[in-house]
């Protein structure tokens, strides 16, 4: 069976990290959407999206395919309804498509569909940007699970403190001399070739994903996920890093996702607690405005290449959009659209030959080429948030 994940009707709600990627291509927990679904189902799955993203995410349609909507998160349970739909079949949640049978060229019509209700309370869905982080910790445990079982894991260091040792999972390469893990809240995964430098602490839940390093002395708090290739330093408390992105110094991030190719300065911090304990408000790309998150506990939302400079501060509940660079003294304001070169004194447009600089020289440094092909996703993004920028 080919399967297929489509964005389905959240996709605004998850920008500004789907400017750059499909909804299957956010990562939550150890694994992206996409990686967990391919886990879970045995194949490689291909995705429908927006169509200035299909040359680097391109659709694979074959005879007989199954469509799953890419913000539900897979989970036993639900991968046995869907390897068990046919023809003229499709899970719904509410009212929202879960997944559907189509043959090639086919007309999706729900109303000639025979609809299986699907009603479980495992059900794990991003539809909000705040999702991300808010539903980490519980992802995490769910990939810690999928990827250890029946497997045995690297020895824990001599000189490394742990606590719940069931629940730290080490695979090869790693290197972690003198640190603590304490996985009593939550499991801990350390991925291959990554390194955790002396005198960091780590609580669960947490993923350290291929690759990535944590400086020295270190504190992470749970439901945080650091992403492949990048680097942490300082104090960190439940975020995502998708993965080639840099926090490398002090300073406090919390309540936060970071996409990729990303950089804080030193001493970077965030405020993920309004002075007055009110309810967070982020800016909605779909609405034009801020909306309620419902939380207490909200802090950077940065799409990816954006970057700022040493000491920035960024308020409570602050977007910013893609390859924006900010720096300079003060609180720069709650929304950064995309391409916006300032801070707190005002921002002008980063123009994308600039942009398209740095993004090369950092790319480079990972051994990564910065194609014709992400220089045209970037003009895209940075022709379409034109509306944001202040002229």
Avoid at 107 to 135: C, G, M, P, S
Avoid at 242 to 263: A, Q, R, T, Y
Wanted: one cysteine or more; aromatic letters at 12%; charged letters at 20%.
């Amino acid at each position: 069976m080919n399967y297929i994940l489509f964005d389905g009707n959240v996709r605004n709600q998850l920008l500004p990290f789907t400017f750059t990627r499909p909804v299957a291509d956010i990562r939550v927990g150890i694994l992206t959407i996409r990686e967990k679904w391919e886990k879970y189902l045995g194949n490689t799955i291909s995705t429908v999206t927006e169509d200035y993203l299909s040359a680097k995410f391109p659709m694979v349609e074959r005879g007989h395919n199954i469509l799953i909507n890419a913000s539900f998160l897979p989970s036993e349970d639900l991968i046995k309804i869907v390897k068990g739909l046919s023809e003229n079949q499709a899970v719904f949640v509410d009212d929202e498509p879960l997944a559907f049978f189509t043959t090639e060229g086919q007309e999706v019509d729900f109303d000639a569909y025979d609809v299986i209700k699907y009603k479980h309370n495992d059900i794990l869905r991003i539809q909000y940007t705040w999702d991300i982080f808010k539903l980490n910790g519980e992802a995490i445990q769910r990939d810690f699970d999928l990827l250890t079982k029946g497997r045995k894991s690297q020895a824990i260091p001599e000189m490394t403190v742990s606590f719940n040792n069931e629940q730290i999972f080490i695979e090869q390469g790693a290197t972690l001399p003198l640190c603590s893990l304490n996985a009593t809240d939550g499991p801990i995964y350390i991925g291959e070739n990554t390194e955790i430098m002396e005198g960091s602490m780590i609580r669960g839940p947490f993923a350290l994903c291929e690759g990535a390093t944590l400086k020295m002395s270190t504190k992470i708090y749970g439901g945080t996920t650091i992403g492949p290739h990048s680097k942490v330093g300082g104090e960190v408390n439940n975020c995502v890093i998708f993965g080639f992105s840099n926090k490398g110094h002090d300073g406090f991030l919390g309540n936060s996702v970071i996409g990729e190719w990303c950089n804080l300065g030193a001493d970077t911090n965030n405020s993920n607690l309004k002075n007055n304990y009110a309810e967070v408000r982020l800016w909605d790309y779909e609405t034009g405005g801020f909306v309620k998150t419902g939380l207490k506990f909200c802090g950077l939302m940065m799409g990816d290449h954006s970057k700022c400079g040493i000491n920035t501060m960024f308020n409570t509940g602050t977007v910013v959009g893609v390859s924006a660079n900010i720096f300079g003294s003060g609180f720069p304001r709650n929304f950064i659209p995309s391409f916006s070169w300032g801070g707190s004194a005002g921002f002008s447009t980063y123009l994308t030959k600039k942009a398209f600089e740095v993004a090369k020289i950092v790319m480079e440094r990972r051994n990564i080429e910065f194609t014709e092909t992400e220089a045209k996703i970037l003009e895209h993004i940075f022709e379409e948030t034109s509306q944001w920028r202040r002229k």
